[in-house]
């Protein structure tokens, strides 16, 4: 039996739709700007190839939480995206065996601190302190897809305090699921228990403490969340 220095960290985790059972996580891989009209709103080529960045598996947040509104930033945006979640491992996965990898899906918002992420892309360094940071995925339920089937088409949107920000389709994804996870698969080896969130629609805004975070995608799932106060 091994034993630690200290004691090992709980195991990150999201809930799984209709079930007490818990879906492990391992790691979390986001696509950045896999809509076309998010492309434009940031500026960017929507033609560019997709390119991932990373979260910690612990900074995944059950729907109906409460987040602190994190430190060194005042521009928190939110990005509301599909999540996949990765049941089967595979390196260099084709194409057409990718969906088979895929145990499930999920609504997930990807909290960004912009104004951090603005400072990195102009000096030309990472992005782990715009993204990366605690409580930075909320994710809902998971459905698995043997029961959701694999979406190809289907709102998505994003509501602040009742009022919808973002809304667009995931037909409108320039890479699709199939293509991110053999895309993803060329650089790593994806295990089951690994997270992607797919990308946002258009409509990026920035959210307040006291701010009620709601947002769905069709035949998937919702998702809710408050942004609290600072932690002291």
């Known amino acids: 039996m091994t034993e630690f220095v200290l004691a090992p960290p709980a195991i990150a985790s999201v809930a799984i739709a209709g079930s007490t059972e818990r879906f492990a996580v391992r790691r979390i891989f986001c696509v950045g700007r896999n809509y076309a009209a998010h492309a434009r709103e940031l500026g960017n080529d929507e033609r560019d190839p997709p390119f991932f960045f990373t979260k910690p598996a612990d900074a995944v947040v059950d729907t109906g939480s409460e987040i602190p509104y994190p430190p060194l930033t005042s521009n928190l945006h939110h990005e509301i995206e599909l999540v996949v979640a990765i049941g089967k491992a595979g ?3 084709p ?28 000096a030309a360094r990472p992005w ?7 409580l930075s995925a909320p994710c809902g339920p998971l459905l698995p897809a043997a029961k959701s089937g694999h979406p190809g088409k289907g709102r998505i949107w994003l509501a602040v305090n009742g009022e919808t920000r973002q809304e667009g389709d995931l037909a409108e994804l320039i890479w699709p699921v199939a293509d991110i996870v053999a895309i993803c698969s060329e650089a790593v080896e994806l295990q089951p228990g690994d997270l992607i969130f797919t990308g946002t629609p258009a409509g990026v805004g920035a959210v307040q403490a006291g701010d009620r975070i709601t947002g769905g995608v069709d035949g998937i799932g919702t998702i809710e969340v408050t942004i609290g106060q600072p932690r002291a």
Do not use: M, P
């Open 91 to 93: 390196f260099r996965i």
């Open 95 to 122: 194409r057409e065996h990718a969906l088979s990898h895929v145990w499930g899906y999920g609504v997930g918002i990807d909290l960004t601190r912009r104004d951090l992420q603005d400072q990195a892309k102009k």
């Open 128 to 134: 782990d302190w715009s993204k990366a940071f605690d």
